[in-house]
């Protein structure tokens, strides 16, 4: 995470560019720095298309899936699937009135927005890879473009610190949390929201052939080829105290795959994770199955074909699990 846009880390100093912001350096004018600023955000935004998908263009590869309209939908309709696991809480740590919040890989920003709104005398920070967030937003939420796994430079601490979704998406989660325990404020509270993506039945109603728990299985695979495990909610309590969080505090939500509990809250929160995947199935796959498992994109579109016939079947009851942890920095 960082206050600015930079390049590659092996062209970034800090401390250079420090010195090249100094208004003392004659050589290097606000035209100069307008130059800068607009290519580099050109190039943030100069998106990448494979197979009909658009995919970030910083850091290229960081981030295995789209960022596209679709996608985006697909990312608030996971917003209303969390929230609502949540019963409409936003964080469950015990924050009553934080002065500063950073949520890492905000997404479309949504989550940012809310909460920006909800405290309005806090200063919302939130970043991700994709320049993709709307440009009318709370006055009290700033958007950045970076990679969360970059070395965060010095700056004021935040009260809260929030994850949510970045299954897949970080190589060394131990160090993100580090970094994160860094830049929380004595007192404060980060918080995490990720899966398990690893399925079970309760009524075992579920075939071992069954093409929607493949799916899972391929992307879980996938991933972990990545080294980007897209099941960090069973370890987030261990690393928030290997990092020196006290009080940590885990609960575990069951994410049914369909409308079939008969619970109205689970029964809404199934039919949400079901809209939620059979419109990203795409998004899962295509990027990953082909460059990582080795599939060619007919097999993918054959293979999808399957899955959504049998995320459709009824007679199955599947669900796996979603983890919220949340820790506080000793005084």
Not at 172 to 188: N, S
Not at 276 to 281: M, R
Request: charged letters at 25%; hydrophobic letters at 35%.
């Amino acid at each position: 995470m960082a206050d600015s846009l930079h390049g590659d880390d092996s062209q970034f100093d800090p401390v250079e560019a420090q010195s090249v912001g100094d208004s003392s350096d004659s050589a290097y004018t606000d035209d100069d720095y307008r130059s800068y600023a607009t290519s580099l955000s050109s190039s943030v935004s100069d998106f990448k298309w494979v197979n009909g998908r658009r995919f970030h263009s910083y850091r290229e590869g960081s981030y295995q899936f789209p960022n596209d309209e679709k996608e985006q939908d697909r990312l608030d309709l996971f917003h209303a699937l969390f929230t609502e696991c949540l019963h409409g809480k936003l964080f469950l740590a015990p924050v009553l009135n934080p002065r500063r919040i950073l949520d890492i890989g905000t997404g479309t920003g949504i989550w940012a927005m809310e909460v920006g709104d909800k405290f309005e005398h806090a200063q919302v920070v939130a970043n991700d890879l994709s320049p993709i967030q709307p440009q009318w937003v709370p006055p009290n939420l700033q958007f950045e473009v970076d990679d969360v796994e970059s070395q965060w430079p010095p700056r004021p601490s935040f009260d809260l610190i929030h994850s949510r979704y970045m299954a897949g998406s970080i190589r060394d989660w131990p160090g993100l949390i580090a970094q994160c325990y860094e830049q929380t404020t004595p007192g404060g509270w980060a918080e995490f929201h990720d899966l398990d993506l690893h399925n079970v039945s309760p009524d075992s109603s579920m075939p071992t052939d069954n093409k929607t728990l493949a799916m899972y299985n391929h992307v879980i695979e996938g991933c972990e080829k990545m080294g980007r495990t897209c099941c960090p909610g069973p370890h987030l309590k261990g690393w928030l105290e290997d990092a020196g969080f006290v009080n940590v505090k885990e609960e575990i939500f069951k994410l049914p795959v369909g409308p079939w509990p008969k619970d109205p809250h689970l029964k809404k929160i199934g039919g949400l994770n079901l809209m939620q995947f059979l419109d990203g199935l795409e998004a899962f796959s295509l990027g990953m199955f082909v460059q990582v498992l080795g599939w060619t994109v007919d097999q993918v579109h054959l293979f999808l074909m399957e899955v959504r016939r049998d995320a459709m079947k009824k007679s199955v009851h599947m669900h796996h699990w979603f983890y919220v942890v949340y820790g506080q920095k000793p005084e």
